[in-house]
């Protein structure tokens, strides 16, 4: 089955403590991104890479870091969470064409404490 | 800012079509209009999308206006399982940096009642 899936669900750390979240594509898809969505203020996107080794800031990448070293990972890092990350993720993905939908997975829900 | 304009909320009765506007009046001609759903917290669900002529898939239908400023989504026979965030969203064309972003707003909430 095509799909996008993020690890883990859900996740509860303290300020400070790096964490990784992953997100895996299985549908060979040059395209992938990751939003935060909060209450009030939508989807926002964090990063997004075009292919391989190439990745760009979105709208609001303070504070987070990416990487894409393969096609089918795109990892979500916080080095040193605050509680201003506490939010609902998503990584999302696509063949990158105009004409090409963005896919979903099931979303992140993290808490700084 | 979101470039589309949707009414916050709509009910509709099970069994009936449900149809959803939006407003898009500063398109350009080389943005596509997407519609999206969202049921509770999770991903986003990508439904339909076009350009300029009217669209039909297994989900839903798209009209999209002559002049593309405004199209509206059609759930030919909405169930209680379509109620859900609706998101129009107006994608630019897809050529790197945020061109490659889809543009959030915050969505019609459909609430189909039996």
């Known amino acids: 089955e095509a799909q996008v899936t993020q690890n883990p669900r859900y996740l509860i750390t303290v300020t400070g403590k790096k964490l990784t979240v992953t997100c895996s594509q299985n549908?060979?898809?040059?395209?992938m991104s990751w939003y935060r969505q909060d209450p009030g203020l939508g989807l926002r996107q964090i990063y997004y890479?075009?292919?391989?080794?190439?990745?760009d800031k979105g709208d609001v990448p303070e504070g987070y870091k990416v990487s894409r070293k393969e096609k089918r990972n795109f990892p979500l890092i916080l080095e040193s969470p605050s509680p201003n990350q506490t939010s609902l993720y998503f990584c999302?993905?696509?063949?990158?064409?105009?004409?090409?939908?963005?896919?979903f997975g099931n979303g992140t829900r993290l808490t700084v404490t | 800012d979101a470039k589309t304009t949707q009414p916050p909320s709509m009910d509709c009765a099970e069994g009936r079509a449900a149809n959803l506007p939006c407003n898009h009046s500063t398109i350009s001609g080389n943005e596509y209009v997407y519609w999206y759903r969202q049921i509770h917290s999770q991903g986003p669900q990508y439904i339909i999308h076009?350009?300029?002529n009217n669209e039909t898939n297994e989900m839903a239908s798209l009209i999209i206006t002559e002049d593309r400023k405004s199209s509206t989504l059609i759930l030919p026979h909405a169930t209680l399982r379509d109620t859900a965030v609706y998101y129009c969203i107006v994608r630019v064309f897809f050529g790197g940096g945020s061109q490659g972003n889809l543009i959030f707003g915050k969505g019609t909430k459909l609430s189909v009642k039996p």
């Open positions: 549908m060979n898809h040059e395209y």
């Open positions: 890479s075009m292919n391989v080794e190439v990745t």
């Open positions: 076009g350009l300029k």
């Open positions: 999302a993905s696509s063949r990158g064409q105009a004409r090409s939908p963005l896919h």
